[in-house]
């Protein structure tokens, strides 16, 4: 069982400064940012990192090896205050060594001939130039996870050619619930910044999709965008989820310029046309306007 140790408000430590890029500063400065919160993990030993590359018959890449000799797992969470109520909104995780565990590949039952995730396989969405080859639920590839994703989805490290597998052939991708596969970044240092600089926002991650984030999380990437957000994301189509508030446009009507009235020199009687200005009409014809009462 691991010890979960008590948890630091903010970046009290220079080590968690330097291991959160110093995003506490920034999240503490943002208006209604409340509850920054990080757990501080205590470093995995060698013999854990060995342990674990035995035991799964498969080599860490050196910075996946860096992390956890750092810290054991990485966990800060950050809240928002509206309206006097407190709501959970980012989340940034990283699994520990032991709970980098593998996708399960057996049987979803212990029924005979129950369905697995390697029945999942569809070969007619193979990589292109633009995007990688994806991962495969056999054993073509091992796959662990990374990040639960608050049940969003999971991003996982994949070696992409099966056991005994080696460092460089990792790269990260991110499986939403659909169990579509996602390509993120080739390394786990790309990705571990990405997770920062996304502020860990609810669903950051569908944001690398081609569907692209929910019109709820669009609402929290206005208040608070990433440090590296693509515009191009809110695009004109997208923005008409997104509430916009133009106080210039709403109050428009409230802020009328006043003109002020020139005094006129004083009309000859009859309606006949002054020194200058157009004819009196202190008297309406019964031709135009309002006809006149007797």
């Not at 409230?254 to 009409?281: E, F």
Request: some cysteine; proline content about 9%; overall charge neutral.
């Amino acid at each position: 069982m691991e010890e979960t140790p008590p948890p630091l408000l903010g970046g009290s430590k220079p080590h968690l400064e330097k291991l959160t890029l110093g995003i506490t500063r920034i999240l503490e400065s943002s208006p209604g940012v409340t509850e920054v919160t990080i757990i501080e993990k205590a470093p995995a030993e060698r013999h854990m990192i060995s342990s674990w590359e035995q035991k799964n018959n498969c080599m860490l890449p050196e910075d996946v090896k860096n992390f956890y000799l750092m810290t054991n797992g990485f966990h800060m969470t950050w809240s928002v205050k509206l309206d006097e109520h407190v709501i959970p909104l980012g989340s940034m995780a990283i699994n520990s060594i032991s709970k980098l565990t593998q996708l399960n590949q057996s049987s979803m039952y212990s029924l005979p001939n129950a369905p697995t995730l390697a029945d999942l396989e569809d070969d007619t969405q193979e990589g292109n130039e633009k995007q990688p080859e994806k991962p495969h639920f056999d054993s073509r590839s091992v796959i662990f996870e990374l990040d639960p994703c608050n049940g969003n989805g999971k991003v996982c490290l994949v070696y992409k050619t099966g056991k005994p597998a080696l460092a460089q052939d990792t790269e990260i991708w991110f499986l939403d619930r659909a169990l579509y596969w996602h390509f993120l970044t080739d390394t786990f240092t790309a990705y571990y910044r990405l997770l920062i600089t996304h502020l860990g926002l609810p669903q950051w991650q569908y944001a690398f999709t081609s569907y692209g984030i929910s019109p709820q999380a669009k609402q929290w990437f206005s208040m608070y965008k990433p440090i590296t957000y693509n515009t191009d994301l809110l695009t004109e189509e997208t923005d008409s989820f997104v509430n916009k508030l133009d106080p210039s446009k709403v109050f428009k009507s409230k802020n009328k310029t006043l003109i002020p009235k020139k005094k006129g020199s004083v009309q000859p009687a009859g309606g006949q046309k002054g020194p200058s200005g157009p004819p009196s009409a202190s008297k309406s014809s019964p031709g135009c306007g309002n006809p006149v009462r007797k």
